[in-house]
T-cell receptor, first 113, second 109 residues
Framework: DGGITQSPKYLFRKEGQNVTLSCEQN?????MYWYRQDPGQGLRLIYY???????QKGDIAEGYSVSREKKESFPLTVTSAQKNPTAFYLC????????????FGQGTRLTVV | GQQLNQSPQSMFIQEGEDVSMNCTSS?????WLWYKQDPGEGPVLLIA?????ELTSNGRLTAQFGITRKDSFLNISASIPSDVGIYFC?????????FGKGTRLSVIA
């Protein structure tokens, strides 16, 4: 089945450590996105990529990094510079040439302990 | 940047009741999308609207693209327990999707 797979579902990290969240899609979409969700805050854009080997910062990129070496994959690294990393992270993708109708993965809940 | 305001922030309703929620934008949108997020899951697209004044249904859900192109409405008829979740509006211009903060719906059986 086509879709977006995020892993792991739950992730625990010690303060000061970097951690990488995985996002893979087999929808043949060119564009991929990372959003952060906090209670009552809605979805806020971290990074997005419209094509392989290219990506742009979103509204809250500080403390995060991404790569886009393959069309299917868009991993997100939460670095130790992110001051409040505990959140629900959502990956999405959308078809070529349009930002509409993004499809989401099931999310990764990151907790800093 | 673009801002979307959703209201109400939360709703508690009895099973069987109808629900209405809306979303307003600070700028004109060419597309309005409505998503639903079940607890602990990613959002799922419910309805997409592409034309001002458009009224689109998906089962018990009906959404409208406001004629000013700065607002949209979502109605749910005869609510059931599985309608529980957070409903988001989203309205892209020529940028990645911008989301409202959501309307949290609770259904009391």
């Amino acid at each position: 089945d086509g879709g977006i797979t995020q892993s792991p579902k739950y992730l625990f990290r010690k303060e000061g450590q970097n951690v990488t969240l995985s996002c893979e899609q087999n929808l043949n979409h060119d564009a991929m996105y990372w959003y952060r969700q906090d209670p009552g805050q809605g979805l806020r854009l971290i990074y997005y990529s419209q094509i392989v080997n290219d990506f742009q910062k979103g509204d809250i990129a500080e403390g995060y990094s991404v790569s886009r070496e393959k069309k299917e994959s868009f991993p997100l690294t939460v670095t130790s510079a992110q001051k409040n990393p505990t959140a629900f992270y959502l990956c999405a993708s959308s078809p070529t040439g349009t930002y509409t109708e993004a499809f989401f993965g099931q999310g990764t809940r990151l907790t800093v302990v | 940047g673009q801002q979307l305001n959703q209201s109400p922030q939360s709703m508690f309703i009895q099973e069987g009741e109808d629900v209405s929620m809306n979303c307003t934008s600070s700028s004109i949108f060419n597309t309005w999308l409505w998503y639903k997020q079940d607890p602990g899951e990613g959002p799922v697209l419910l309805i997409a609207l592409y034309k001002a004044g458009e009224l689109t249904s998906n089962g018990r859900l009906t959404a409208q693209f406001g004629i000013t192109r700065k607002d949209s409405f979502l109605n749910i008829s005869a609510s059931i327990p599985s309608d529980v979740g957070i409903y988001f509006c989203a309205g892209p211009e020529y940028t990645p999707l911008v989301f409202g903060k959501g309307t949290r719906l609770s259904v009391i059986a």
